[in-house]
Structure formats: C-alpha cells, structure tokens
C-alpha cells in the first residue's frame, strides 16, 4: 500500500449537474466526511466553465490536503494546478498526456486484466476499474467482476480504486478483492447528508 | 494586410459528422479547391478520437502549407502540433490558453467591439467575427451586423474572419466591411463539390 494508495482510499467523482455552487458546497462537506480525493467531471460545460470550478475545487482541495484530479482534459488539469488528470479509454492516451503533464498524476480507467496491463505499461499512476456494480452515472459501461478485479490485483503493481455502484454495504468485498480504494459519484453527490454519506464510506475503508 | 491575414483568407471549419474518413476527404478537396487555414471543430468526439483525427489534419494541411487550429480545446491543439487554437466567448479564455501554447496563434471569437477590443488587448492573434448572416450550424449564436464588423475592424489591428452563413454571393460585402477572410463551414463542408465550392469562394476573396 504506497502513499498514493492511501491518498486515493476515498475518491469522489463529481456529477454534471449545472449549478458550480452546489458542486463546491457538496465536495466541502464530503471532505468534512473524509473524502481523500476528488476528481471534477464535467461531460457537458465549456472550458471556460470548467476551468473556473476546478480553480475553487483545486483551492478547496489544497485547503484540505486533498488530491485533486480533472477528468479528461489535460489543458483544463494543467490551468488549474491540478494534482492530475484521469482519462477513460476513448479520451487522450496515457501517453500522450505524459507528454503534456510532466510528473502529474495519471489515471487511467481499466475494465479488464488487458486494459490495466497496457494503462500500467504506458505509465498511469494508478487505475480506476469498473464499472463493478450497475450504475446509472455512466452510459453503457463496461462491467467488471469482482474476481476480474483480483486478477487485476494480481496483475499490476499500482493502486487500484474500483468504481461503479459502489456503497458502503459493498466496500468490504471491493477491498477484499483487491481495491485500494473505492471511488463514489452519486453515493456522496446525491445523497441528503454528503458528509454522513462519505463519513459511513470510510469506516469501511 | 498581414502575412497572417493573408493565411486566413479562406477558412474552413468542420462539421461534425461521425466519420473521420469522409472529414478528412472533404478538407483534402477543400484545400485543393484554395482554402488557405482549416480549423477543427468536434463538439461529440470524446480526446483520443480528436486527437487522432487532428494528426490526420495536420499532417494533410502541412502538406499543403496550410494553416491548422484546434477548437477548443488546447489540450488537443498541443499534442498535434497545430499552428494555434480557436477559442470562443464561453472556452478557456485567450489569457489561460496563451498559458499553454506559447507563440502558437491564437483565434477568438468576437460578436461585437467589446469582445473584439478585448481579446486582442487579451491576446488574440485573429478574431473571429459573427455570426454575419442566419446560420444552422451554430446554436442561439450571436449576431453582428455589416455595421458593427465595420465598427471591429475601426477599433482593432488584427486579422478579422467574418463567419456564419457566409456564401461565394456574400463575400464582397463582408469583405468591404473590413473582414480580412471568411470562415466557412456548411458552404463547403454540405457541398455536392467541396473543391468547386473552396474556389468560387476564393475568386471573391
Ligand atoms: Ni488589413
């Protein structure tokens, strides 16, 4: 388990929803609740808008000594200082975003031994695998079992954190099967009580 | 006139039609036909399609001599060596993209003197101007009159491209009202003969 893997233990994926201020004040309280990183997601703003919310998130996250990642867009990670840059299988390579990053972190989403392989082999820092349960946050996922999760385990040398559908109720196999950390979006960005939500997220980490 | 302005003359700009293949066929005939830049738009491709498509651009429009933009996103402008990135109102501002890309060219666009006085105070190396005339392939665009691109082109220095709507008929009154070149994306990207269309676009320019 490398510092990393720790930093990476409760990692809060942000949703599309259009009002910044909301997004800030739910990200502050699932921090208050023990969120240990947290990735901005935004499939449907412009750059300018992205931009600005990742510069409050990426204050927010500093204030707090948290981990602070943007999904996709490397220009939009580099202008907000952020710690790193996630990228699914259809966005821009690991490669060539090293080639833009430097020594930020790079994330890669891996759904099988073959995608985790290849992300470890071009340089992600960690992975994020899944989708493990069903969820209605990503469109037609690729699905990953729990025993492909442990074959991934077996497979690669960086941390892991498995997303997808993930609950408090389901941690324990997610760890158990080789997670080292487990990465939520609606579980803490829908739920009434985010900082409940993240604080009953983490007594199972 | 400068040599940059030039380079704009005849400008093009890509839909987004699915397939890659039928893209790059039509900017190839395009650039046959006299365009002289060709800016890449994809509003639906998610990064590693982008990108694979922008190589394919550029290394089309450098055989050529032909300028080549990203828009939007500076990431992608970056990682396939484009000559600059084209940015609108509600992108990564020209300040946080010049950040990024150095020397490269920089596009804004511009519906009114206000926008136009500042993102070349900002430092835009062109400005793009419109939407001129009613168009389909820009949502609720902004309109700016023959009148007030005349006003743009009294109260700034840098090359002017005139877009939207823009046909081979209407390009001598936007040129009279102080465009430099005109974008286009429909008039050749939707035509039966992109190469014809790019020249009788070009004997009014
Ligand atoms: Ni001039």
Known sequence: MSNLADSLRLYLVTDDRPDAESVIAVVRQAIMGGVTAVQLRRKT????????????????????????FVNDRVDV????????????????????????????IIGVSAANVEEARKAEA?????????????????DDA???????LRRISQATNVPLVAIGGITSERVPEVIGAGAHGVAVMSAIMSATDPKLAAGRLLTKL
Do not use: P, W
Request: glycine share 14%; charged share 30%; with cysteine.
């Open 45 to 68: 703003d412009d750059g300018g808008k992205f931009v600005e919310l990742g510069r409050s998130l990426r204050k927010l996250t500093r204030e707090f000594g948290v981990l602070f």
């Open 77 to 104: 990670a580099l202008l907000t200082d952020a710690d790193g840059v996630h990228v699914g299988q259809s966005d821009i390579s690991c490669k060539d975003a090293r080639k833009l990053v430097g020594n930020k």
């Open 122 to 138: 071009d340089g992600a820092d960690y992975l994020g695998i899944g989708a493990i349960y069903q969820t209605s946050s990503k």
């Open 142 to 148: 690729d699905m990953t079992s729990l025993a492909e």
